[in-house]
Structures are given as structure tokens and as C-alpha cells.
């Protein structure tokens, strides 16, 4: 007879620190000894009367009076072994309290601050705290405030804008009050545009900490920024990174403004909203002399002893932090990269390619091996990104590939390079 099957389940996750233990009983089980009694008694009773009648020895009686005896003892005795049912369940060994459930309740304050943590650039926190206002240019049906839940939102990071002569794809947006510069105070917005000259009259819906209604400006510019024409000879089908230039009019040309839209007409609400960054240096803090952007890259192979060279040679010619703009890249990479942003001098920002361009990280790997073209591209746009997000920080921000360093020739670091050629 089949007593019990225990069937045993272990789930072990994250290294054992989380382990149950589920045990499924199935079978006949002595619970259901009155029935087996029962059972018992009638055969007791049939054999006597059969012996009896058929008038047989009375000591072969006995016996059987003694056997049925024993056993209905023995299962009396034994009626509570298992008290188990007979259909599965969980039983007392399953204890919920084992378990590291996380029963952490998350506000949506809590929620909304990890979004903006995650997407510095979405107004969301914005939204959270003004949505309630009246945010529009002269009535409501002009240039409102977007709602952030029906903005474009492209890759994660891009926000995107359709217009009559091609599709912008904005990734940030900085504000620009250097000395030199003569048309400044500008916002700048990096991008991609599917066409290498867009001919479309945009406008900036410019939003600023002290009004409830935004600045219409017409854009300046569009300025490319690869360094070099790509050699495909079929240039429309590609994105082109551009600088969209946006001057602040004379009239509040010291204010800040802290968010930007893109439209084509005055009064469109707008389907995408950039927080405007402005990086100065705080009160205590002090301009750095030399950085390094090191564009979006994609590393399949295991290179981190020749990024650890690289870095530590850095170090010794005077760069403060090098900024990695970071897609795919070998975990042997990531831990070294991980390693060295624990001690400052590393800054990694996470990077993804705009529209309809992979981004899952084999076949992003393969798509960049295969257009190289749109790689160049894709690179110019981070390292203008790091450039605008840094610029207030460091005297000198320098571009390299793992493979490239300035070397002095005899000069120990970059501050002796730099005097001896001034």
C-alpha cells in the first residue's frame, strides 16, 4: 500500500538568501482508520460465524478473535501518525515569515523622485507640482504647458518632435553664458534630425521658475555637428546630430529658464519638454583643469586591462575625470568602470541611440560594426552633450578613444604642455 509521496520544492534566489520549502503529501494515508476498522470487524465477525456454523475447532476460532483484536489496537494506536490530508497542501513546515518579501509600501512622491533620477531631463517633478496652475500663453489653447504623460518619449532619454520637413529627436538642453560667446545667452538643444539640412521655421516655448507663461522665441539655427561628411552618398536616409541654437531676448536676458519645448507653430502644444541645465560651480567649488569625454561606445571584447592603462595614465598627465558616455560594453569593463566612479575620477552616463536604431546590446554591436556612418553620428551627439554639460567645470575638455592619449614630449603632464606652448 502507497503510505505517503513527499514531493519536495526549493526555491533559491539571489545567492540562498531567500529559500522555501513547499511539501506535497499524495496517497491513502492511516487517518482514515475508522473505515479500515470497520473493515476489520465485519471479516472478524464473518469468519467466526463461518467456523461456528461449520462447526470447525474452537482454538482456530480464538486466533482469528486474537489477529482482528491485535489489529484493531494497532490501528487505534497508530490513527494519529499521519494527520495529514490526503489532497496536497502546504504544509506546517511552509512558513511565510521564512520569506524576505519586500512589503514596502512606495508613494508616488517616492516614485516621482526616482523618475527624475532616472530621466534628469522629463519635468515630471515639475508637472507633479504645478499641474494644478494655469500654465499657457494668453489662453489656454496656446502653448500650454504639455502634459508629461503625453509627451513623445523616445529610447528612454530622447523626446521627439514630427514637423512638416522631418522628425527631431531632442536628447538635451544646456544654457550657455560663456564670455566669448557673442549671441550669448542661448539655450542650446542637442539632437538628431532625419535630414541633413531642415528647412522648417521652429519656435522655443521658454519656461521660466518666475511666470506661468513661457517665452515664444523663434529658433536661430541649425548647426551640424559631425565633424566630417559621412561617406554614404545616400545622406537623407541617415540622422544627423545638430546644435539648435535659441537666443534669450535682450529683455530677460538674466533669467534662467528652466524648461524648453520645441514646436513648429507659435501656439502647438508641444510633444516634448527638456529640463534646461545650467552646471555652475557651486560657491566652494573650484574650476577643474582638464577633463576627458570619451564618446558613446560599444565594447564587445574584454579590454579592461588596457582601460585601467589608460585611465591610470590619464591620472599621472593631470585629468581630473574622464566621462564615459556608456551603451554595451564587457562586465569585465563595467566592473573596472564601476571601480574608478567610486573614486571620482570616472563619470559614466548612461546613452541610448534615438528612433528606430537597435538598442539591445548584441544587436546594437552588430548595427555599429555594420553603419559606420550613423556611428559617427550617433558620437558626435554625446560628445557635444559632454562637452555643453561640462563646460562650466574645466578649463579644457579633451575628446579621446581608448586608443588615443596626448603625450608631452618633455612636459611630465598637460599643465606643463599647455605653458610651454602659450
Partial sequence: MLDTQDLQWQNREFGGDCRTEV????GLHTHSWPFLQTISFFIFVGMNLALFLGRRRTNTSLALLVIALISIIYLYRHKNTHPRPAYPSISNEFRQSDLKIDRTEYPEVDIIREVQETLPSFPI???????HKDLYFKNRSCA???NVYTLRVNNIYWQTLGTSD??????SAYYDVRKNCQICPVVRLIGMVDRIAPN??????LWFAESNEPVIVQSRKYIPIHLYPPENPDLNVLLHGY?????IPQEIKNQIPIFV??????CDIASNSLRVFYNQLENAEKKNRFAVCVKASSFNEDLSVRLIEWIELLQLLGVHKTIFYSLYVHKNISQVLEYYKRRGKVEVLPFTYCEDQPNVPSLQHLYITENKDINIMNEDVSLNDCFYRNMYKYDFIVALDLDEVIVPRKEYNWDGLKESQI
Fill in 23 to 26: 511539501i506535497l503529501d499524495v
Fill in 125 to 131: 517633478a515639475f508637472w507633479n507640482d504645478n499641474q
Fill in 144 to 146: 500650454r504647458f504639455p
Fill in 166 to 171: 522631418g522628425t527631431f529627436h531632442l536628447l
Fill in 200 to 205: 522648417v521655421r521652429t519656435y522655443r516655448h
Fill in 243 to 247: 546644435l539648435i541654437t535659441c537666443p
Fill in 261 to 266: 519645448s520645441l514646436v513648429e507653430n507659435k
